[in-house]
């Protein structure tokens, strides 16, 4: 790796060295409003000194709904864009926490990739890049309710990872930030929570861990399905259900969860402190345990996390 990237991205089927992957200025495909993607996380484990992806498999299942959704073609398998992900790793040389990013859009130039209609090509790139984890090191943030509403299944389904989604997220996360909040809290058009700008939601109350339902205007998120399973396997009671806002305010704890937020406590939700304004034991309780499932530290979970192996340096000859 370079001071600023890795050596190589994938690239439609091959290993690009990072400096060669260049797109034309007139494809505008990759101007994002045709694009989906996918965020994956590897995490690196000392003692094993081992490379473990994070739910590989359900990631690039996931991948390949959204390109469905979009009505892009799916050229690649989960298998084959999985194999490709682990190659990239070990040729990057990956010993750190890193962050994956597949990215399909449109390729060719003018307005039929933009509109994705009439069958525009596909093309594929993924790139990795170092992200370390925030996972117990006690950052808890502040958030807001915001004033943008989420985007909903019938204008721009949040349920995949549509690129363009993220413009919802910004305004959100912007305007937060103009007042002076860590991140926004988004509620549907409802005015049911939804999530936050790049994460899911939980909420604790009487020892309960509460989380929106899939059809509340939330991506499927990989992290919160599997904080549910853990939490049940830690013996908490764990329901999917609708949240109203004024649940936020006097709830015992709030956190955010996903791939890139992690598990992210929040001590404060309009100036309403929740719990002690800290991290709740329940959240550092699962946090404990995502830490070591995803890290591999933990066998029970051992089918999720898939390792790199040769991501340890090849000895020269
Ligand atoms: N919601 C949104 C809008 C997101 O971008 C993310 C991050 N991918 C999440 C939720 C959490 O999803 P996951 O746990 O699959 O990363």
Not at 105 to 123: D, N
Not at 277 to 304: C, M, N, Q, S
Request: proline fraction near 4%.
């Amino acid at each position: 790796m370079s001071a600023t990237h890795p050596a190589y991205l994938w690239w439609n089927g091959e290993q690009v060295a990072w400096e060669d992957a260049t797109v034309h200025v007139t494809a505008i495909g990759w101007s994002s409003v045709s694009a989906i993607f996918e965020g994956i996380k590897a995490y690196w484990n000392d003692e094993r000194e081992e490379l473990y992806v994070f739910r590989l498999d359900a990631h690039l299942e996931r991948f390949l709904r959204s390109q469905k959704l979009m009505r892009m073609e799916r050229e690649y398998s989960v298998a084959q864009l999985s194999d490709a992900i682990v190659a990239l790793l070990r040729a990057n040389e990956c010993r750190y926490d890193t962050y994956i990013f597949p990215l399909a859009f449109a390729s060719g130039a003018g307005f039929r990739a933009l509109s994705q209609s009439g069958g525009a090509k596909t093309s594929i790139t993924i790139t990795t890049r170092p992200s370390p984890s925030h996972l117990l090191k006690g950052e808890v943030k502040t958030a807001c309710v915001s004033s943008w509403t989420r985007i909903s299944d019938n204008v721009m389904p949040p349920r995949v990872k549509n690129i363009s989604n993220y413009r919802n997220s910004q305004l959100a996360s912007a305007e937060a930030a103009y007042n002076g909040y860590d991140t926004p809290i988004l509620l549907n058009t409802q005015g049911k929570v939804a999530e936050g700008p790049g994460s899911c939601l939980m909420v604790v109350r009487d020892g309960q861990l509460i989380t929106p339902g899939v059809t509340d205007s939330i991506l499927e998120s990989i992290t919160r399905s599997s904080l549910l399973e853990l939490a049940r396997d830690l013996g908490l009671e764990a329901v999917e259900r609708t949240i109203d806002r004024t649940e936020l305010y006097i709830a015992d704890e709030v956190f955010m969860c996903g791939t890139s937020a992690e598990i992210t406590p929040i001590g404060m939700v309009d100036h309403y402190t929740i719990g002690d304004g800290g991290e709740g034991p329940i959240t550092t309780r699962l946090e404990r345990a995502f830490h070591d499932a995803v890290r591999g530290k933990d066998e029970r979970y051992a089918r999720w996390v898939t390792p790199v192996g040769a991501a340890k340096a090849v000895p020269a000859d």
